[in-house]
């Protein structure tokens, strides 16, 4: 099983090389990832800043300068 995984390993790289794709390239469209920062920022709000305002609010306080 081990050699299996090893040759496939190997294979995955020749490709790589033989195209010589650009890592840009597997990076999905900027409109895609501006969708997920939405998305992203919407639960953060939900479940980390809506529950924890007065704590962050508190702490947000005492760092004042």
């Given at each position: 099983?081990?050699?299996?995984?090893?040759?496939?390993?190997?294979?995955?790289?020749?490709?790589?090389?033989?195209?010589?794709c650009?890592?840009?390239?597997?990076?999905?469209?900027?409109?895609?990832?501006?969708?997920?920062?939405?998305?992203?920022?919407?639960?953060?709000?939900?479940?980390?800043?809506?529950?924890?305002?007065?704590?962050?609010?508190?702490?947000?306080a005492?760092?004042?300068?």
């Amino acid at each position: 099983m081990h050699g299996g995984y090893r040759r496939e390993k190997l294979r995955y790289h020749s490709l790589n090389i033989n195209q010589r794709c650009c890592t840009s390239d597997l990076r999905p469209p900027r409109e895609e990832r501006s969708q997920l920062a939405v998305k992203q920022g919407k639960f953060a709000e939900e479940h980390f800043i809506k529950p924890y305002k007065n704590v962050l609010e508190q702490w947000a306080a005492s760092c004042a300068l």
